[in-house]
């Protein structure tokens, strides 16, 4: 049990490593407050926070995936290697894709709401 709790400290710890390292990290967190505020504000549907939470879980996920990615490359291939870019590059296009894919969520639900 103890090494069960000790994961959710160890977990923590990645997050917080991801906030303080990655500035794309901290604008993601930054745009689910914003995001969340401007739910809370046009008293978002179930399902609308549904799909809000599962686009910014999708963004979050993959922007850590991504830094751990990169943290992996750059410890077995210090030096530049056109390998290691590809896989640093792709991982950071996971992160591109799963943002525009929230976006349009976000827009989806927050378009008609304001207009």
Request: positive net charge; aromatic residues 12%; glycine residues 4%.
């Amino acid at each position: 049990m103890l090494k069960f709790i000790k994961g959710f400290g160890y977990a923590f710890s990645g997050i917080v490593y991801a906030f303080k390292t990655q500035l794309n990290f901290k604008f993601h967190i930054a745009a689910l407050l914003v995001t969340a505020v401007a739910g809370w504000h046009f008293t978002l549907s179930v399902n609308e926070w549904l799909w809000i939470i599962a686009a910014a879980a999708i963004v979050l996920i993959t922007e850590l995936l991504n830094t751990a990615i990169e943290v992996l490359v750059d410890l077995v291939s210090p030096d530049i290697n056109p390998k290691a870019k590809i896989i640093k590059d792709v991982a950071a296009a996971s992160v591109l894709i799963a943002a525009i894919a929230a976006a349009i969520i976000g827009l989806i639900i927050f378009i008609p709401k304001i207009f």
